[in-house]
């Protein structure tokens, strides 16, 4: 298994750009997330998903978007880039249930201009 | 959601036991307490899960007193390689419907 993978690595863009971070597990995962994380500061939940066709807003939701078409994929769209937005990314996703752990992705360093 | 409470930061010695405790006064009856690792540059791992009393793993232990009101996880023998932040997380899956929440963390430093 590849586990919970996320592409790019790095990106730079340029306020009021827009583009898509992605995310893709193969675990079979039922719940996935995605959390930003600056600089000295913990993680803050973006947006999440229980299942397929199904999403939710997390404490920082402004400004992103996010699907869930299929159980293996959870892109997040930035609308418009803002500097304010400069962070690592991290998606993660585990099973159902609280009991199990929760696998994170490598993470993507983005960094508006 | 229970929130929960931990130091900042800490300062450890090699070959030293470090406790980190945990309040989450407000914790409801099916909630589990768990603890994440961090390392710089990496996304959270698994360090250990309790509900109640004591849970021992290879890596750490983590002690729940009776009124569940606080955790604290205990590493035993710290080197440098666990200078890391650890996050302490409070929680029922059916309630949270998915929704997992990490606090500040506590920034954990260990000197030689």
């Known amino acids: 298994n590849a586990g919970v993978t996320q592409t790019p690595k790095f990106q730079v863009l340029k306020t009021g750009q827009s583009m898509t971070l992605q995310c893709a597990q193969d675990?079979?995962?039922?719940?996935m997330s995605w959390y930003r994380q600056d600089p000295g500061m913990g993680l803050r939940l973006i947006h999440y998903s229980v299942g397929a066709g199904i999403t939710d807003q997390g404490e920082v939701p402004n400004g992103y978007n996010v699907s869930r078409s299929t159980t293996e994929d959870f892109p997040l769209r930035l609308l418009s880039a803002a500097p304010s937005q400069t962070s690592v990314y991290f998606c993660a996703s585990r099973p159902t249930g609280f009991a199990d752990t929760q696998y994170f992705g490598p993470g993507t360093r983005l960094t508006v201009l | 959601l229970a929130k929960t409470t931990q130091p900042i930061s800490m300062d450890s010695y090699e070959g030293q036991e470090v406790n980190i405790t945990c309040s989450h006064n407000n914790i409801a009856t099916n909630d589990y307490i768990t603890w994440y690792q961090q390392f710089p540059s990496q996304g959270p791992r698994f360090i250990i899960q309790?509900?109640?009393t004591k849970v021992t793993n290879e890596v750490a232990s983590l002690f729940i007193p009776a009124d569940r009101k606080s955790s604290t996880l205990s590493l035993p023998r710290v080197s440098l390689s666990d200078t890391a932040v650890y996050y302490c997380l409070v929680g029922d899956d059916w309630n949270q419907g998915g929704k997992l929440i990490f606090g500040q963390g506590t920034e954990l430093s260990v000197k030689p």
């Open positions: 675990m079979n995962h039922e719940y």
């Open positions: 309790g509900y109640k």
